[in-house]
């Protein structure tokens, strides 16, 4: 079946703009996770949705950053008023559960660039 | 915050050697889990072993884990250009949501 998808693939903003960024799981993954990944770098965790639970928004770096999850499937992540420390890959993540037990199925990222 | 760390940054070897990476955390876990990235984009899942194993294979791959240690290794036997890319130990915390992903290790395959 199809992977995660994640749209769109790069996004280039002037500093102070709101981005969207969208993330389609992997069909029936009750688990949706967002990353971040400056360059050279591992893999920062900003937001976390398990089935209808509130999500997990711990890892998010400041009240710009905000997320939904509608009707439990297609995520996006919002960034108000960009700067340019946001420049970095969104990744979009999916499991089939919500457990630091299961793989997580990687979507191939959005390149988001503020100018 | 990254839980991982993995050792080297970089390595370079040449199409058939064997390439290992090493991976030290901090905290106790559930599983430690392997990913591959090519190209700064998304990753894929290699392997994933449980705290109360010690060794795993898939394929070319071994991977070991030593919870007293707090260490893993990556093995790759008989390495082909096409392995090259970076390779990423996440760990998996008791009550954590989410995955703590270390820096990575860039492995260059010379063919």
């Known amino acids: 079946g199809a992977g995660v998808s994640q749209s769109p693939s790069n996004k280039v903003t002037e500093k102070g703009k709101d981005v969207e960024l969208r993330c389609d799981p992997i069909?029936?993954?009750?688990?949706l996770y967002w990353y971040r990944q400056s360059l050279g770098q591992g893999l920062e965790f900003l937001i976390y949705?398990?089935?209808?639970?509130?999500?997990?928004k711990s890892g998010l770096p400041s009240d710009r950053f905000s997320a939904e999850r509608t009707g439990g499937s297609v995520s996006t992540l919002t960034i108000q008023r960009t700067q340019q420390e946001d420049s970095a890959v969104y990744l979009c993540?999916?499991?089939?559960?919500?457990?630091?037990?299961?793989?997580?199925?990687f979507g191939p990222g959005t390149r988001l660039l503020v100018l | 915050s990254q839980q991982g760390e993995e050792d080297p940054q970089a390595l370079s070897i040449q199409e058939g050697e064997n390439a290992t990476m090493n991976c030290s955390y901090k905290?106790?876990?559930?599983?430690l889990q392997w990913y591959r990235q090519n190209s700064g984009r998304g990753l894929v899942h290699l392997i994933l072993?449980?705290?109360?194993?010690r060794e795993k294979h898939s394929g070319r791959l071994r991977v070991t884990l030593d919870t007293s240690k707090k260490s893993s290794s990556l093995l790759i036997t008989a390495s082909r250009a096409a392995d090259t890319a970076s390779y990423f130990c996440?760990?998996?915390?008791?009550?954590?949501?989410?995955?703590?992903f270390g820096t990575g290790t860039r492995l260059t395959v010379i063919p």
């Open positions: 072993i449980r705290s109360n194993e």
């Open positions: 905290t106790s876990i559930n599983n």
């Open positions: 996440a760990t998996g915390e008791t009550g954590a949501n989410n995955l703590f």
């Open positions: 993540a999916s499991s089939l559960l919500g457990r630091d037990m299961m793989a997580q199925y």
């Open positions: 949705f398990q089935g209808n639970s509130a999500p997990d």
């Open positions: 069909s029936g993954h009750t688990a």
